[in-house]
């Protein structure tokens, strides 16, 4: 129909990859999903109210760039209503919404997704930037303020970017996945005049009044509801918990009182001890295993070495807690009930304490709904169900009604019934995010030998101790007058004991062919130590890794290599610092030429009016890709311009520790000769004249740059033949191809 070819429906992904990958998951599984789809609809296009347009972008790996020049150059950007993004941050399992922008959209697809998987609560880790990543759909939401639905897969992250994202993993079960789903959606919405009308109407509207709450259940249902109600919801549970808890605290008096602060006492006693544990465990692996982090091969292995002691030390604050409470309950049940004999009173002080100890796990879960909804977290739908079922069934199973009546033994239907509901619907959140977490433990450190080989496994442990206390809160409180505490404390410390002497003696290895550690080996010629051309550029391979942990390992097989390890040749690779890696010079004058070798050149160095302002002449030679530094403590502003034409105007500069760093990309016929005009800040300007005097080493930089070239140089092809078949080069649009050039202009220009 002709409205259809002005109102249209962007699916999009990107047929690039980065230099490491075959991209099999990343994301040629998303052009072999939208193919299809294509085939699909061409069959079923009869009719439609909007048309559907298939972006095939690329450039996505270096910076977003197809979509950027998709919906800020092209003639068609006017015409699209609504954009749908499909994306891959693992190679299996479900293609999960975890972006969305408008509740009817998101309304539109859970009528008619087949398995619908959703979940906002990865929407709020990914918009907390804990994930150091970005995708297309930011391009369309907030360049072109379209509304939209964001798909990735996520599952088996540690091969994300690595030779591992290839098509001997990828599941075709995923694929199936995201285009039933996608071929539903797609017809469903261009056939629908209402869509289309909603989705013009989305601009004019309030974009907080379009925030949504939505998740999934098994995979088969999908909840989607607008976060004002969410909020209004939230805000008079909490108020009805407060009024509940405020006439029971008021009914009990000052003993009641008491108990419910050692109650609350308990939770941080759980949480304390629960996070301690598997902490301690988290700075002794480095130290008796042969990888620091020895689990990614075997996600699995996290129970026992970070679950158990987790576990246990939960166990241990809440029994403390448990301690506590029957020690004040000896008085108050000695001046109330007298006539008790021994044994009873003993009994009945184990009970109350044992509810105490139950119901703290409201007040745990009423803290979190309270500031999840305060600061309009989407995913505080998960505590309102941890808090409301678990509450319910206490109130029709367990509640006493009168403070006369003495307390009974907690059934296990109470138990049963309360966490039903949880525990189906955040376990396999929960599973899912330690998914993530463990995966991404592979390339943790940005700038190898940054961080200190310990911090991933602190990062897990912390995270599966507080999955730990939240969701075992009410199960553990079953544990303390039952006789099984010393059988629990046993089967924990074996399962513990048994992990750890698997990952200890290396019986399970650390990383395999499929789930490598990542080692990248790059030949660096660096001229930045060059002054006035006097000598020979640098030239070596180097060896750094985004996992922690030394390279002793991998030097097994290169021996002869004659590669030196250690922190004493800091890298500046610009987007990146190496700081713990290792170097060899052997034969690493082969494979590139003087030619190739970046030039910075100064054309003028001028003051006007107080004012200086430097040009820099930009040669990256051979390369198309590359990294420029500017220090912004000595820059105020600057240009970048190819002949007349400015790519980089004056403002809007950010920095990040000290430097505005720009990444440039492109094909064949870009243009390599480049004009760059620093306006320098009038402190520096006045200060600068004082470095003449420093040694040239202890001189900052103005300017830094890498250039690089997708070539492996012959001792690189060497180097790689040997590394063990568990390394993988890791790669992000700030990683250096396998032959980099270092070069850099210093202040004293």
């Known amino acids: 129909m002709p409205e259809a070819e002005e109102n249209l429906i962007l ?13 099999a998951g990343d994301c040629s599984s998303c052009v072999g999903v939208m193919l299809e789809l294509a085939r699909g609809v061409s069959q079923w296009a009869h009719g439609f109210k909007s048309g559907v347009l298939f ?26 209503r609504f954009a749908i993004d499909l994306e891959a941050m693992g190679i299996s399992g479900k293609s999960t919404l975890f972006q969305a922008t408008d509740h009817w959209a998101l309304e539109s697809f859970a009528a008619v997704a087949k398995y619908p998987s959703a979940q906002i609560a990865s929407q709020d880790v990914f918009r907390s930037g804990a994930i150091k990543s970005a995708t297309d759909f930011q391009i369309y939401q907030e360049v072109a303020g379209l509304p939209g639905l964001d798909f990735a897969y996520t599952d088996t992250t540690s091969v994300y970017h690595t030779k591992n994202d290839k098509m001997k993993l990828l599941k075709p079960g995923s694929l199936q996945h995201i285009g039933d789903n996608m071929l539903a959606f797609l017809l469903h919405s261009a056939a629908s005049p209402n869509f289309l009308k909603n989705a013009q109407e989305q601009k004019k509207e309030n974009t907080e009044q379009n925030k949504v709450v939505f998740f999934d259940i098994l995979g088969k249902y999908m909840v989607v ?5 969410a909020t209004m919801f939230h805000n008079s549970i909490i108020l009805q918990s407060l009024l509940i808890w405020g006439t029971s605290l008021l009914m009990g008096g000052r003993p009641g009182l008491v108990s419910f602060g050692i109650s609350c006492l308990s939770i941080i006693l759980m949480l304390i001890f629960s996070i301690c544990l598997p902490v301690v465990v988290a700075f002794i692996l480095p130290h008796i295993c042969p990888f620091p982090v020895p689990y990614v091969a075997n996600p699995w292995l996290i129970i026992g070495l970070f679950g158990s002691p987790a576990l246990l030390g939960a166990f241990i604050g809440q029994h403390v807690g448990f301690i506590l409470l029957k020690r004040h309950l000896r008085h108050v049940y000695s001046r109330t009930k007298p006539s008790l ?15 105490w100890i139950f119901k703290s796990g409201f007040v745990q879960w009423l803290i979190v709904l309270t500031l999840g909804t305060y600061f309009k977290v989407g995913s505080s739908y998960i505590a309102l169900i941890w808090l409301v079922s678990p509450a319910f069934a206490y109130g029709f199973l367990e509640a006493t009604l009168s403070p006369v009546r003495l307390p009974k033994q907690l059934k296990v239907v109470t138990l049963v019934l309360g966490l039903v509901a949880p525990v189906v619907s955040s376990a396999g959140l929960a599973v899912r995010m330690a998914d993530v977490i463990v995966g991404s433990v592979v390339r943790i450190d940005r700038n190898p030998g940054g961080l200190p080989y310990w911090l991933g496994n602190v990062i897990v442990a912390v995270a599966i101790a507080v999955v730990v206390c939240f969701m075992f809160v009410y199960l553990l409180s079953y544990v303390h007058i039952s006789g099984d505490k010393r059988t629990l404390g046993l089967l924990l410390c074996l399962f513990f004991g048994l992990s750890l002497a698997l990952v200890s003696g290396g019986i399970v290895p650390a990383f395999t062919e499929d789930v490598a550690r990542s080692v990248n080996v790059v030949h660096v010629v660096d001229t930045t130590g060059i002054d006035g051309g006097n000598r020979e550029p640098l030239s070596y391979i180097s060896l750094f890794s985004n996992t922690p942990g030394k390279l002793t390992k991998e030097l097994v097989d290169l021996g002869d290599e004659e590669f030196f390890c250690g922190r004493n040749m800091t890298v500046d690779f610009v987007t990146f610092t190496m700081k713990y890696g290792c170097w060899s010079y052997k034969e690493s004058s082969t494979g590139w030429s003087k030619s190739e070798v970046p030039v910075l050149l100064v054309e003028s160095d001028s003051v006007t009016d107080g004012a200086r302002q430097t040009v820099i002449s930009v040669d990256t030679k051979s390369s198309t890709r590359w990294s420029l530094g500017i220090n912004k403590q000595q820059i105020d502003d600057f240009t970048v311009q190819v002949d007349s034409e400015k790519l980089v105007l004056l403002g809007g500069k950010s920095e990040v520790d000290g430097w505005h760093t720009i990444q440039f990309a492109g094909g064949k016929k870009s243009p390599t000769k480049f004009q760059l005009t620093l306006y320098w800040s009038n402190s520096a300007a006045q200060t600068s004249g004082r470095q003449a005097n420093k040694e040239a080493a202890d001189v900052p930089f103005l300017v830094k740059l890498r250039t690089d070239v997708n070539r492996v140089t012959p001792q690189v092809a060497k180097v790689l033949e040997k590394l063990p078949r568990w390394c993988t080069p890791f790669g992000k649009s700030t990683s250096p191809y396998t032959l980099a050039f270092l070069t850099g202009l210093r202040v004293d220009i």
């Open 11 to 23: 699916v999009s992904s990107h047929i690039d990859t980065v230099s490491t990958t075959e991209g």
């Open 225 to 229: 509801y607008p976060q004002r109600l």
């Open 341 to 355: 004999t021994h044994n009873t009173r003993e009994y009945v002080i184990d009970l109350e304490a044992e509810r």
């Open 55 to 80: 972006l095939f972008n690329t450039g996505e790996e270096e910076g977003l760039d197809g979509a950027h020049s998709f919906i800020t150059q092209h003639h068609w950007r006017n015409s699209v």
